[in-house]
């Protein structure tokens, strides 16, 4: 089976664990405070805090952004269903708008029609790895004084107007699952450069606990003395996994160079196979290339997906529109909320990209998606 996705470990990346396992700290050692630089430098961001996953960073940011019962969070529906669940974790309401049918990222202008007195914030995804449009919601958040949180779980390493991705929304959100940028196992991590947002969300990933004596309430208590000040969880990431994250951030411009090459093979491939649309070229020097998604008539999609996997190649459908799920739907989410994510998730396929692929299974990809095609 050809993956959709799949991890990229070395031996150094082995070394680098195996030389915590052997140290004194498994967690709360200096492991993850090197990871936290790691991933500042290269985004270039003030600050940055990991977490056990990237679904614990965006819960952690929209705490920070003071995002709480009754508020409303403007986001895409062409999303992991987490960007949603964070906001419910807080008893928000994710607002689902929908996307431009050329980037497959979030429509700027259908994003300000939802917005209303409760919106708290925005959360632009940046879709299988492809920059936002950063400056058209960072004057729409500016405009309307909301926050703005950016998914980057699949755009880690990719550059926005030659910037790198995690220095330009008020918080950025990164995940480190196996088939993302870089891997830690599970992990993620916010960058930001504010510094209120950072003391926040260092408390929150530690039960809301603080031993800083800055922030403490009663400073007339011992040096033992910490306090809980807000309802915090435990999301804090291992050493062991941070020591793998600073690993594998030496090797990420070498990881988005394979996946640019990957993908431009693909569109060289795919140029003539007929059926198929292909995701946009515009932006490929700057995206991340975390998937590579073909549209396909929606009538035969299932049938090539099917047909694809028994010839073994892990083909995946990203995604169902999160409203679209039943726990959603059971909330009063109603279909045809966001009609281009619809139509876009209906043809949807993407087809296996990660940095090791080869040439000669894409090839084999390429011709047996054309031999499918051709009989449906
Ligand atoms: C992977 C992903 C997440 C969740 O990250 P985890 O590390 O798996 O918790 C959230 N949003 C998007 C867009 C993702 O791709």
Redesign the pocket.
């Known amino acids: 089976m050809i993956p959709y996705s799949r991890q990229s470990i070395g031996e150094d990346d082995v070394r680098a664990v195996s030389k915590v396992l052997h140290s004194a700290f498994l967690t709360q050692g200096p492991a993850v405070k090197k990871f936290e630089d790691s991933l500042a430098n290269y985004t270039r961001a003030h600050y940055c805090i990991a977490f056990s996953?990237?679904?614990?960073a965006?819960h952690a940011a929209y705490a920070a952004a003071g995002i709480g019962k009754g508020d409303e969070v403007i986001m895409p529906a062409l999303?992991?269903v987490?960007?949603g669940n964070a906001a419910l974790y807080l008893n928000a309401r994710p607002v689902f708008a929908d996307i431009d049918e050329v980037s497959a990222n979030m429509d700027v202008r259908d994003a300000e029609k939802k917005i209303t007195k409760r919106t708290k914030a925005i959360v632009p995804?940046d879709y299988a790895g492809r920059p936002t449009d950063l400056a058209g919601f960072r004057a729409l958040a500016k405009r309307h004084r909301l926050v703005l949180i950016e998914?980057g779980?699949?755009s880690l390493g990719a550059t926005y107007r030659g910037k790198p991705v995690g220095s330009q929304a008020d918080m950025t959100?990164f995940?480190?699952?196996p088939v993302?940028s870089i891997t830690t196992g599970?992990?993620?991590a916010i960058v930001t450069n504010n510094k209120n947002y950072y003391e926040f969300l260092r408390m929150f990933r530690t039960h809301g606990l603080t031993r800083d004596a800055k922030k403490l309430k009663d400073r007339t208590k011992a040096a033992w003395h910490q306090e809980m000040q807000v309802l915090g969880n435990n999301y804090r990431i291992t050493d062991i996994q941070a020591a793998l994250g600073v690993s594998q951030m030496k090797k990420l411009d070498g990881f988005i160079a394979k996946r640019r090459a990957a993908a431009k093979r693909y569109f060289r491939l795919l140029a003539d196979v007929p059926g198929i649309k292909l995701p946009p070229r515009a932006e490929l020097d700057n995206s991340a290339w975390?998937l590579f998604v073909v549209r396909v008539d929606a009538r035969v999609r299932d049938r090539v997906f099917a047909a694809m996997r028994a010839k073994g190649i892990g083909v995946q459908v990203h995604y169902l529109p999160v409203y679209m799920h039943p726990y959603y739907q059971d909330l009063g989410y109603k279909k045809g909320l966001c009609p281009k994510t619809e139509e876009f998730s209906a043809g949807a396929l993407s087809l296996p990209l990660f940095p090791t692929i080869a040439a000669k299974q894409q090839q084999f990809v390429v011709d047996t998606l054309r031999s499918i095609l051709k009989r449906s």
């Not at 996953?53 to 614990?56: I, P, Y």
């Open positions: 996953s990237g679904t614990a965006l999303t992991f987490a960007t995804v998914d779980a699949q959100m995940s480190f699952h993302k599970e992990g993620g975390h």
